[in-house]
């Protein structure tokens, strides 16, 4: 099951970039502190208040007031915006738009600048010991802002389906599917804001799970074959078999003439290793693995692994090699694999 996360851009948003120079007011209470819509038109603003000791937590607050507006029906997957924050502010996104508009919506997006028009407003201090702030979005700006995000999102995802394609059944299509999916999972948060702010979108939807299944379409048709030096009853291979099965990828130590496309080489050298004065044997394991597109002649993905382990018998110290050399694999290379399949890069 995927793990959700509540609207994970907007407090980052709100917390470190909204306007917060509204000056302090104090004397008589005013009517927003009680009903926050009796000073801002509720037809035209999302508005919220909140309160502390100090006025920066009492902005704070009013601003994660505003957020759970949102927060309690819009949903989006953790790693997808870990994922989209990450290529907007590696420059990645900005290399897939076409227009010089388009990106400068995905620059203020990354700069998180004015979003929705949320600000501070108003900040009240009761003359004792407690601030009060009302935060507030125009509805109207968050409508436009969010908009231009979704016709830039749209505009990537149909630049990422050009691209693969080029060569519609490698693992590089897998990646543009796979950031497709990445951006229509930021796409649904997107609308969900412009409906609750009251208005409409007429982008053409193509949900999360259409390019996931795409995607996996391909790792299917794609087989890994693996090749092995100096394995111990298969246990590498089964392994990097176990992480690559993660992904759908099916998994061969194939002896046929026909090569597939996608080949992971793996070499293994266990050898003695003597300390003086220590009554254990020790072995030492290097391992080094590349998996290759054969048809580009390009290695994907490179992995090494190195440990000393020792015992008081060689076989031992070389079982205790091979089994530091899988949890290091279980740990590690379904990591690789991922961050090259799932992150977006530049486009040349």
Not at 12 to 24: M, Q
Request: contains cysteine; hydrophobic residues 40%.
């Amino acid at each position: 099951m995927l793990k959700k996360f509540i609207l994970l851009l907007l407090p980052i948003v709100f917390v470190s970039c909204v306007s917060t120079s509204a000056a302090v007011k104090r004397g008589s209470m005013p009517s927003w502190v009680n009903d926050v819509y009796s000073s801002f038109d509720k037809t035209k603003y999302v508005a919220a208040t909140g309160f502390a000791r100090d006025r920066a937590q009492a902005q704070a607050n009013a601003l994660a007031a505003l957020t759970a507006y949102f927060g309690q029906t819009v949903e989006v997957e953790k790693q997808a915006v870990s994922s989209y924050s990450q290529a907007i502010m590696n420059g990645a996104m900005e290399s897939w738009i076409d227009t010089a508009q388009l990106k400068t919506s995905v620059k203020s997006t990354s700069m998180f600048d004015n979003l929705m028009g949320a600000e501070i407003k108003e900040v009240w201090f009761d003359s004792k010991d407690t601030y009060y702030a009302a935060a507030v979005m125009e509805k109207a700006a968050g409508i436009r802002i969010y908009s231009e995000m979704l016709d830039a999102n749209n505009n990537v995802i149909a630049n990422l389906m050009k691209e693969g394609a080029k060569d519609i059944n490698s693992l590089q299509s897998v990646m543009c599917l796979y950031f497709a999916e990445t951006i229509a999972e930021v796409n649904q948060l997107y609308r969900h804001i412009i409906v609750l702010l009251g208005g409409e979108t007429k982008d053409k939807i193509l949900g999360p799970l259409y390019y996931r299944t795409e995607a996996l379409k391909i790792i299917k048709a794609n087989p890994i074959n693996v090749k092995i030096s100096n394995d111990r009853n298969g246990r590498i291979f089964s392994a990097f078999a176990k992480e690559a099965g993660v992904f759908g990828f099916e998994t061969s130590q194939s002896a046929s003439n026909i090569k597939p496309r996608y080949e992971l080489d793996v070499n293994i050298v266990l050898s003695p290793v003597s300390l003086p004065n220590n009554p254990n044997i020790f072995s030492r394991i290097e391992l080094t693995a590349k998996l290759t597109d054969t048809k580009l002649n390009q290695v994907l993905i490179p992995y090494s692994f190195a440990s000393r382990e020792g015992h008081t018998s060689q076989s031992e110290a070389d079982n205790r090699c091979i089994l530091s050399a899988e949890r290091n694999i279980n740990e590690n290379f379904s990591v690789l694999l991922d961050d090259y399949l799932k992150q977006l890069r530049p486009r040349k």
